[in-house]
């Protein structure tokens, strides 16, 4: 028996964690000391993770140490919490899924998202997902805003297979993470994608118009093409973690570009004279929805940066 690997985390329980060890996937318990350096993380190892096992004197295999993470998505554990929740690490890319209806995706869940792919350096892109169920001027309404931020915006209706082949150009070669509110497709898209996964489907709630969670745990799924997929649990909230009110606007790509216009090198963005982003939000250049969201997360974040 190997007393020691070193392998990739492809599925976490919070109490098992799922180890792949060259073509074998080994189920393995984490060490205390581990929890105690994770306590500001409801999950100190995640999907994704590289980490080192070791053989206990049962001979089962406990996590015992974790390589550092190139980047990962997180999150705010929950309202009013100072916890985070990694949903999944060294991806090299996100794909987030977004439906303007049945359901309806908030605008600010998707900024918040994207947000936070920036702070953290995953590239991302948005699939507008259901696009066969979507409205022609919502959609156009919604490519305007995301695509003249900088994003690209692929449209897919997996159950006619709309828009699969060019999602499997993006996954090729690369690990990347799918994400997105409950019931916006996510396991039907993965099954499209490669039908010999294992996910399961659901159907939208017919009292609320919002999804039930199909997949319980976070997994990564090798993909027959090459590369891997990490499949998520729908999330229903996005609290920014550790971006403080002077970095927000770095993450918002449009105003990136156009804060060296500004009168003042250290402007906020909100009340200065001589803001080139608040002109060009007047002017249409940047998009009042995106401005409105970066206010909010200023305003509404504060109090857990405290």
Partial sequence: MERTF???VVR???????????DETVRCRMRGRLRLRGARSTNPVVVGDEVTCTADESGDYVVADIRPRRNYV??????LSKESHIIAANVDRALLLVTLRAPATPLEFVDRFLVTCEAYKVPVAILLAKIDLQEPEAVAAFRAVYEGAGYDVLEVAATEGRGVEEV???????????SGNSGVGKS??????DP?????????????GKGRHTTTFS?????????????TPGIKGFGLIDIDDAELWHYFPEMLRTAPGCRFYNCTHTHEPGCAVV???RCGAIAAARYESYLKMRDEDDKYRK
Wanted: glycine share 12%.
């Fill in 12 to 22: 976490a329980t919070g109490s098992w964690y799922e180890v792949m060890r060259g």
């Fill in 279 to 281: 002109e060009a939000v």
């Fill in 168 to 178: 499997r150009a993006l996954l090729a070669g690369r690990t990347t993470l799918l």
């Fill in 6 to 8: 070193t392998g990739v």
């Fill in 196 to 208: 010999s996964l294992d996910v399961r489907t659901g159907k939208i709630s017919d009292s609320h």
């Fill in 219 to 231: 997994t990564m799924y090798p993909l027959a093409g090459g590369g891997a997929l990490i499949d």
């Fill in 74 to 79: 997180i999150r705010r554990a929950s309202n």
């Fill in 188 to 193: 039907t898209l993965v099954r499209a994608i």
